[in-house]
């Protein structure tokens, strides 16, 4: 009789592990203030991290760089190897990285003709943000790791996480394609991310969602965009109007949302781990 051997999804375990913590809701709710404002950063930065496929292009170079080199071959064998990110895609987020100074291009000594994508130093400060909100919501469910201290103090660290990250981005399923219908409107909806973390911030307080005029004035967006992207999320039953038709987080969206965080964090925190000791 052949028995079937099942593997362990390592990711969904961690993840169910910590939204099991007492401290999980308080973690959520520090992601999401970090997560916004992140968001609230200059209007490229912004545009940048509000497409899930962008978002794709700057994880794999970074990724690449740790590893010895982000060349434009390297990367896109990544961005096809899934059909994540098309090649014209690719070479224009390039082409903006290095326009806005996040990249610059320096060519391989031993073959001029090959070029690397090198971040510069207002990339490192990018990438410190973007993982400053993660290790703090870390902190609050495993303080024992003090990972906010770790990202301060250990001049590795950063590279570290990138490259074992990456290496588990590539051989196993995408924390973001675990949830495809979540990320499909968050992750791939211009303004979509931004009115979720307003509405989502407004729920943890008991507090009204802030207006459509006032969430398109944080984030750079139109009020417009705003307003399509709430329409949107009502019909997919994230938001409900409440008695004075302002959108409100339905229980669909608390659950979502709180299963999402856990899944980033669970990334996290495999990744994210001190230098290894050297014994003689």
């Keep these: 009789m052949n028995i079937a051997v099942v593997e362990k999804d390592w990711l969904m375990e961690e993840a169910a592990r910590l939204a099991a913590l007492p401290t999980f809701p308080a973690a959520v709710r520090e992601y999401a203030l970090g997560l916004a ?63 806005t100074g996040f990249v610059h291009v320096r060519r391989c000594s031993a073959d001029r003709r090959l070029k690397f994508y090198a971040p510069t130093e207002r990339m490192d400060a990018f990438v410190r943000q973007w993982l400053g909100y993660g290790v703090n919501a870390l902190d609050i469910l495993e303080p024992e790791m003090q990972r906010a201290r770790m990202l301060r103090e250990d001049p590795d660290f950063i590279g570290r996480f990138l490259a074992s990250g990456g290496r588990d981005y590539l051989t196993s399923t995408p924390p973001a394609d675990r949830m495809p219908d979540f990320i499909a409107f968050f992750g791939s909806r211009e303004g979509a991310a931004a009115a979720t973390l307003a509405v989502m911030l407004a729920d943890f307080d008991r507090q009204p969602a802030p207006s459509r005029a006032e969430i398109a004035r944080t984030f750079g967006l139109s009020k417009t965009q705003v307003a399509n992207v709430l329409a949107a999320g009502e019909a997919i039953g994230y938001f409900a109007p409440d008695e004075a038709g302002v959108p409100a987080a339905t229980p669909h969206l608390r659950d979502t949302f709180g299963a999402w965080i856990s899944i980033e964090l669970a990334f996290y925190a495999r990744n994210m781990r001190p230098a290894p000791v050297c014994r003689a």
């Design 37 to 99: 404002h992140f968001r609230r950063s200059p209007r490229f930065v912004n545009k940048l991290i509000s497409h899930d496929s962008r978002w794709r292009v700057v994880g794999y170079l970074l990724y690449l760089h740790a590893e010895g080199g982000a060349t434009y071959g390297r990367l896109l064998d990544l961005c096809t190897r899934r059909q994540e990110v098309s090649p014209r895609v690719l070479k224009t987020i390039l082409a903006l990285l290095q326009f």
